[in-house]
């Protein structure tokens, strides 16, 4: 199976600017999110930015990095751009690695590009980890999914799914036991052809509600594959205090030396 990472990167956050350049244990952001990508089987890594810095400093360590364009509303515009940048068949199959996420283990991407390989009847796949507290379940930003027993997604949303109406009823402080509640975890696998596709297709109304992008591929028909994650993923980088657990956690790695 051969597969391709891309990483999108925009240098512009609201919250933290500069987020893929800011330093963590002496590399940057984008450096680290690349090595592990690079760790995986991917038969190439794609840095893909729409900034001069993060293209001159993703030159630096190596990485190969494709310029985008800096009008791209979504990663997975930017995604596109890359693949037809780079002619990449329709059968071939990227895996989108976000450029916040330092601390990804390899072993999920190369699970997540194996998972679309091994399903022909899905153009997107995905990954997701269990929900164990009520305050998780009640987070909206916690992106819950509801999934069919051949593991294919039925909706994702950032409302309680499923509602537990006699559990809720009975002891609404309580999460329920015995019913399925899943986390999304936001990395994919797509089949080139749905890249082509999803830039052509309008926002449609779940999208729009939720603010949810996968939703314009299931709103035309698109299935989407979603599998328990096979190791645990950290939280990616939104805010300082992210930045400063990640920034501790590379520091408590270097000092007992592992990498």
Same mark, same amino acid.
């Given at each position: 199976?051969?597969?391709?990472v ?17 330093d ?8 680290? $999110? ?9 038969s ?69 590009a ?30 819950k ?6 593991? +294919? ?35 994919y ?8 596709? +999803? ?10 509600a ?26 990616g ?8 657990? $990640? ?13």
């Amino acid at each position: 199976m051969s597969f391709s990472v891309i990483i999108p990167a925009r240098f512009a956050s609201t919250r933290l600017p500069g987020k893929p350049l800011l330093d963590i244990g002496g590399k940057s952001m984008i450096q680290h $999110v690349w090595e592990r990508a690079s760790m995986s089987g991917a038969s190439r890594v794609i840095v893909a930015t729409d900034d001069e810095r993060v293209f001159s400093a993703c030159q630096e360590f190596g990485a190969q990095v494709c310029m985008t364009s800096e009008a791209h509303q979504s990663g997975t515009d930017r995604l596109q751009e890359v693949a037809s940048v780079m002619a990449m068949a329709d059968d071939e199959i990227v895996v989108n690695v976000q450029g916040d996420e330092p601390l990804i283990p390899p072993a999920v991407i190369d699970q997540v590009a194996a998972n679309l390989a091994a399903h022909p009847q899905a153009r997107m796949a995905t990954l997701a980890e269990p929900i164990e507290t009520l305050a998780a379940l009640q987070n909206p930003n916690v992106v819950k999914i509801a999934r069919a027993v051949d593991g +294919f997604a039925l909706y994702f949303s950032r409302a309680c799914v499923p509602w537990a109406r006699d559990e809720f009823a009975a002891a609404p402080d309580n999460l329920p036991a015995d019913i399925p509640f899943w986390r999304h975890i936001g990395i994919y696998a797509y089949r080139v052809s749905l890249l082509n596709d +999803f830039v052509n297709w309008p926002m449609g109304q779940l999208e729009a509600a939720e603010k949810l992008e996968q939703l314009r591929a299931m709103e035309n028909g698109v299935r989407i594959h979603v599998d328990a994650a096979s190791a645990a993923i950290p939280g990616g980088v939104d805010t300082q205090a992210d930045l400063d657990a $990640v920034r501790e956690v590379v520091g408590n790695t270097q000092a007992g030396g592992g990498q």
